[in-house]
């Protein structure tokens, strides 16, 4: 354990942090308080106050560690996907098997409540931002022609999808609608997407002018 005075602020920091990612995924969110995380490293809760202004910026600050994670997963997915199709399919997958393995801390992410005066800070924003703008990017390569608000409006609508069969997954409510894996499902609900949008895409291009092809 440590004491005051034992580690610079940037070290206590990141051993807050440990120790808070540590109870939320052993007792869940209910118990993850300043108190409980100063009481894991040896320090008081005064020392804390130094590092998080409050419990609601520890939480921030964790989901912030979470989203890292995930997008490192998602990224470590997509190493070996020289196809568009099967990169999404790929980053599905990931996002899936990340949320079973950390059930806590996927569901913080979305589920904990800031009063209505505070804003998510700018550099979480920005890492969620990054993500969709990863999909987006890959739905562009997809479908030729999509202009960049299509193909960021196309990321939130396919992956909203996805989120819903995770948090079916995660809650255990899948299972009321019938016997099909998540990740069966996870991936019918891709590949149908990008099956309509490329469809879609083709049919309000049309079909190439005869003339044109004629030059």
Known sequence: MGRRGEHSKEALAG???????????????????????????????????????NRDDLVLQVNGRTLDELRAAIELALVECTDTRLALLAMGRAYLGFAARHPARWRLIFEHGLPAETALPATLVGKIDGFFSLVAGYLARLVPGLDSREARRSAQALWSGVHGVTVLAITGKLEVGGDAAAESLAEDLIDYYLDGLTAARASAVGPADPASLRE
Do not use: K, N
Not at 35 to 48: D, E, P, W
């Open 15 to 53: 051993l807050a942090l440990d120790a808070a990612v540590q109870l939320l995924e052993e007792e869940g969110p209910d118990r993850l308080t300043t108190r409980a995380v100063a009481g894991r490293i040896g320090y008081t809760v005064g020392s804390l106050y130094f590092l998080f202004r």
